[in-house]
């Protein structure tokens, strides 16, 4: 009883003291009561601030803008809005709504505080220091939470120096202050040469939780993903073909098609140091030719003679999986894995050449399974290594059919490689690098190769919502077994005599890959990309070997969360239809 009489009398000095101790770790939105206002008409933003303390993030937006409705000039409301989205994840609108009351705020610290977060949450870390370091100059609650987000900011960039800076500004300024103890923390840290990757100051929320919550383009409350891809391309490609009469002509050829993908799944799903993501991915590719589209054209209204062709519709049926787990401070170990079927032909539809013709053929059987290692530089920087082992089955020509591994104890291979992605969102640009070494074996002992390569990307925010992407590969195909070949390795242009003895030859192709897309991001959920690629596999010597493949195509793209989170976690193992050029498609 003594005890309780204690803390009944002590209380309220205990309050008073932790009153003048520091500032409270809950988050106030700035008074925005005003004396001047007749009182049923602060009730809207008097419950929104109380929604706002409850973290009703939504119902309080609600609620301000009703209030707004009757005081369109009270400005600390829209900094109130402006916060309240934030909180939700919603940066773009945070940053609308604070940008508009930042010059007629009554609260500039709070305006400038949330400027600063919002764009960091965004990535946009120069413009978001800029806010920041403009509130840290005051001298109230949001000026010290400026103080110690920068210098929070900066050590997660494992910008020690600058982050010591701030950190030691904050304990001078503000003692008392609520982060004071991360602060000394994160000082000892940098004293020792050790980061600590789970140091935080203000919680940041996750943008794809709330899209999950409250998207429209949402089909689930969890982690999900859906895309659609709709096409129209054409793609050149230029060889040379022997003559009877000896020697080599250029043959040029020409195709027309559609192009549809459509893809759905779950993830990525994070749960402690674990990700999960799995997904069904369908892609579909329909071809015509130049003599059929001018039939076409000849009679609009002929729908026997369809312009695309039901035998020359190529599908492909996907399936992956992704897991990863944080093994150590800032290193990941993960797996990618993916099966996939192809097929070509219709069974609803028949070919106008053969009425018979109305079958669906199975083409080949894929396998993926990439095991990685990544280690995160810095926010912005990453690195990656990765083992590349894929298998294809063709069902029709089984020499063609190939691996990028052997196992097997007498000759083991593995195919690796080596990436970087370096983000620069300041200043709209991000820059991916891979280095690899694969090693190519088929079935037919003559095909199998070995290939060492590089490609870099450089994709540039242009304007508003206007994008460029940059891509150049290179790569040496040096082929394991030497072929024979009559009358020198050179290629000549005249047939060889029969008594010529065969000459071993070396072959070894050199290539160059590039490709150019610019595209307009209409919103976060749809792009509109307009792309242009070019694959030349040369060989002076042997000119045989040599061949050119272009591709045009227009694309629109509906994605959710993002078109950005879909290229960049659904298919980042796309490429890998590159590392071999003998594929036809």
């Known amino acids: 009883m003594k005890t309780y009489f204690l803390l009944y009398v002590f209380s309220p000095i205990f309050a008073l003291l932790f009153s003048l101790i520091g500032f409270s770790q809950v988050r106030h939105p700035p008074q925005l009561t005003s004396p001047s206002l007749p009182q049923e008409k602060q009730n809207y933003y008097e419950l929104a601030a109380i929604d706002f303390q409850k973290e009703f993030f939504l119902k309080a937006i ?20 402006g916060a309240s989205y934030f909180h939700l994840g919603m940066s773009a609108e945070a940053i609308d709504n604070l940008k508009r009351s930042m010059k007629k705020t009554q609260a500039p610290s709070y305006n400038l505080y949330y400027l600063g977060v919002s764009h960091l949450l965004q990535k946009k870390f120069r413009i978001g220091i800029f806010y920041l370091k403009k509130a840290s100059l005051y001298n109230d609650e949001f000026a010290s939470r400026a103080t110690f987000e ?21 304990s001078l300024r503000f003692p008392r202050a609520i982060y004071q103890k991360i602060a000394d923390r994160a000082l000892k840290s940098i004293n020792k040469g050790k980061y600590i990757s789970y140091l935080r100051g203000l919680k940041f929320p996750d943008p794809k939780l709330t899209l999950y919550k409250y998207s429209s383009w949402s089909l689930f ?38 192009t549809a993908n459509f893809g759905l799944g779950i993830g990525p799903i994070k749960r402690s140091s674990n990700t999960l ?15 059929r589209l001018q039939r076409f054209q000849e009679d609009y209204f002929d729908f026997d003679y369809f312009l695309y062709r039901p035998d020359l519709l190529y599908r492909r049926h996907n399936f992956y999986g992704e897991f990863n787990r944080e093994i150590f401070s800032d290193f990941i170990l993960g797996f990618f894995g993916q099966m996939s079927f192809e097929r070509v032909g219709s069974s609803l539809m028949t070919s106008p050449e053969d009425s018979q013709v109305q079958k669906s053929l199975r083409i080949s059987t894929a396998s993926l399974l990439i095991p990685y290692v990544s280690a995160v530089i810095t926010d912005n920087l990453s690195l990656e290594l990765y083992t590349y082992m894929y298998k294809e089955l063709q069902e029709d020509d089984q020499e063609f059919s190939y691996k990028t591994y052997d196992l097997s104890e007498s000759s083991p291979l593995l195919s690796v490689g080596l990436r970087s992605h370096l983000a620069l969102p300041d200043y709209g640009t991000a820059i991916d690098l891979n280095l690899y070494r694969f090693e190519f074996v088929f079935n037919d002992l003559w095909l199998d190769y070995k290939r060492e390569g590089a490609s870099a990307k450089l994709s540039h925010e242009l304007f508003n919502s206007f994008f460029l992407s940059l891509n150049l590969g290179f790569y040496v195909d040096t082929y394991l077994v030497p072929h024979l070949q009559v009358g020198g390795c050179r290629t000549s242009s005249k047939i060889s005599q029969a008594s010529d003895v065969p000459s071993v030859c070396e072959r070894t192709d050199t290539g160059m890959a590039y490709d150019a897309e610019i595209y307009w991001d209409y919103t976060n959920f749809s792009r509109i990309s307009l792309k242009y690629s070019n694959l030349e596999n040369k060989n002076s010597a042997q000119t045989q070997f040599e061949t050119n493949k272009t591709d045009i195509l227009m694309q629109v793209t509906l994605a959710f969360p993002s078109v ?7 298919k980042k193992y796309d490429e890998y239809r590159f590392y071999n050029k003998e594929t036809p498609r």
């Open 62 to 81: 609600a609620k301000l803008r009703k209030h707004l409705r009757d005081n369109p000039k009270d400005m600390r409301a829209r900094d109130l809005i």
């Open 150 to 170: 920068i210098g929070m900011a900066y050590y997660h960039r494992r910008d020690f120096p600058k982050a010591s800076f701030w950190f030691r500004q904050y």
């Open 221 to 258: 409350n969890y982690e999900h993903f859906w895309f659609l891809d709709i096409g129209s391309g054409n793609r050149e490609g230029r060889e040379k073909e022997p003559l009877e009469t000896g020697g080599l002509r250029n043959s040029n050829s020409i195709d027309y098609y559609l």
């Open 277 to 291: 993501s799995l997904g069904y991915i369908y892609n579909q590719t329909w071809f015509t030719t130049p003599e």
């Open 564 to 570: 950005d989170d879909i290229i960049n976690n659904v």
